[in-house]
């Protein structure tokens, strides 16, 4: 969000200091009451989207009944009282929903979307078919209505598991997706870990950064006041959320400030030492005081076996599939410039061995030897080497990078063991040779096709943010983040984030 420095000023004399407290209550109280409107409005979408997606399921799950078991006289002896009894459980359905959060926060939640739902969606659509089943159950004793069927029920919860989500894609898609809208975010603080907060926030899609909270800015220009003006801040530009980084402001000034924002603006702190928390880290009480635990940062032998199975099963299925695709590209490489189809070179993988990783050639074929002709161009710090509007980069090069076309091949490697479908960025041996300290934790994960590096700029990234992601991603592996990460990516190739 651009910010006009004569409305900065103006902000800035509207919360002056001097303007009394109950006034800085009341400007809090209208924020809040503009947050509920646009929360009920969002609350209104979700309901509708999701009774649309389980009247569907209803219509839909008996369907695949039929076409699976080959019987279509189980659909045509369904009547219509067995169709109403399934709408009218609907709400059943969706008080379990609520139940697991998922009516809640969504005009303050940085980084919600349908995926990041998905798990809870899947969690509460198996608790509400154990309570279908109860109560059909009961109707089909006591009233006989003919709704109890385990087929049934399952059918209806696995197709929901698709009709719900795809019906709030439609609702916050195609349909509008201003009802939630960015969310409007102030970061209290002005320091260095402020700066890279401000940079990941200003590159997500859901925020609109308004600008700086500090009593002691260092002179910044972005700063929008000091922190007695936080709450008319938020008024004026209609904060959601609220994100405190090491404030140069006394503490128990800050406390006392965050204390009244809460429960009115979202609030999130950054804490200390945030580089060693990651998604396996939790809260432990001491007699009412928080302790953070710093979970291994390691992938257990559950998890391993679990990641390589989805990609066994994952790549041999897409390799099948795709091959068409693949001997077009081929013929299109060998038609438009000499040398070989592929490319491979020598890249690091799990625990620090080599392998020979395949890709599209998109290069001329002497690129390698030119490599050094280069060096002045490089736009990546550290170890790392990339060119952007390579010169050695082919026609059809171009277009198999822009669209990451030429990384399929890499598929052949997942399916071999060499990489998997999501994990670390695969280093070139010499780009690895100089990762030191604890960034080779990137090494006890096979290297992915994409991942976190991917889905977060790409080649936008500095050396050391695609060190801290590669971290960041083994210490805080789960199953449901691969899931969101290969979500994402198609979105991030369509976009070009950062492709070169």
């Known amino acids: ?40 409005h969002t609350l209104r979408r979700l309901l509708f989207a999701d009774f649309a997606g389980f009247a569907l399921a209803a219509l839909i799950g008996p ?52 995926f990041s739902d998905l798990r809870n969606i899947v969690h509460a659509l198996m608790i509400s078919g154990f309570l279908y089943a109860i109560v059909a159950y009961a109707a089909s004793k006591n009233y006989n209505v003919e709704t109890l069927s385990v087929a049934k029920i399952v059918s209806m919860c696995v197709v929901a598991a698709i009709t719900v989500p795809l019906a709030r894609v439609v609702s916050f898609g195609l349909l509008g997706q201003q009802s939630v809208g960015s969310v409007p975010v102030i970061v209290v603080g002005t320091g260095k870990l402020a700066q890279t907060v401000a940079s990941h926030l200003r590159a997500h899609s859901r925020v609109s950064f308004v600008g700086f909270v500090d009593d002691n800015p260092l002179g910044r220009s972005d700063v929008l006041g000091e922190l007695e003006d936080l709450p008319m801040l938020c008024r004026k530009f209609h904060v959601a959320r609220v994100v405190v980084c090491f404030s140069r402001t006394h503490p128990e000034r800050t406390t006392e400030m965050l204390k009244g924002l809460a429960g009115q603006v979202g609030v999130s702190i950054v804490p200390r030492y945030y580089e060693l928390i990651t998604g396996r880290s939790h809260v432990e009480d001491l007699s009412g005081l928080p302790m953070l635990d710093i979970a291994p940062a390691s992938l257990s032998a559950g998890a391993r076996f679990l990641k390589r199975s989805f990609d066994i099963v994952v790549s041999s299925v897409v390799l099948l599939l795709a091959s068409p695709a693949f001997v077009v590209v081929a013929v299109l490489i060998k038609a438009t410039s000499a040398g070989p189809t592929f490319f491979r070179q020598e890249r690091t993988g799990r625990d620090e061995q080599t392998f020979s990783m395949m890709k599209f050639r998109t290069m001329v074929h002497d690129a390698e030897s030119r490599r050094h002709e280069l060096d002045h161009l490089n736009e990546v710090d550290g170890p790392l080497f990339k060119v952007v509007n390579d010169p050695r980069v082919t026609r059809v090069g171009r277009v198999l990078r822009k669209t990451s076309l030429d990384e399929f091949p890499q598929l052949i490697n997942v399916w071999k063991g060499d990489m998997s479908l999501v994990g670390p960025r695969p280093f070139v041996v010499s780009e690895a040779m100089k990762i030191e300290g604890w960034a080779r934790k990137r090494f006890e994960a096979r290297p992915g096709m994409t991942g976190l590096w991917q889905v977060s700029g790409r080649n936008e990234l500095s050396h050391l943010e695609l060190c801290r992601l590669d971290y ?26 950062g492709a070169s």
């Not at 399934?86 to 959060?101: C, Q």
């Not at 210490?475 to 969101?484: K, P, V, Y």
């Open 472 to 497: 960041l991603y083994v210490a805080s592996w789960s199953f449901w983040w691969d899931m969101q990460i290969l979500w994402q990516t198609p979105a991030t190739i369509f976009r070009g984030r």
């Open 63 to 114: 369907l695949t009944i039929a076409v699976f078991s080959n019987n279509p006289d189980s659909v045509a002896g369904r009547n219509g009282t067995v169709y109403l009894f399934d709408v009218a459980m609907i709400p059943l359905f969706m008080a379990v929903f609520a139940f697991y959060g998922l009516y809640r926060g969504t005009t303050r939640r940085i980084s919600m979307s349908v």
């Open 1 to 40: 969000m651009a910010i006009l420095d004569s409305e900065v000023q103006e902000v800035r004399r509207e919360s002056a200091p001097s303007v009394p407290r109950r006034d800085r209550r009341v400007a809090l109280d209208e924020h809040a009451g503009a947050v509920a409107r646009v929360r009920r």
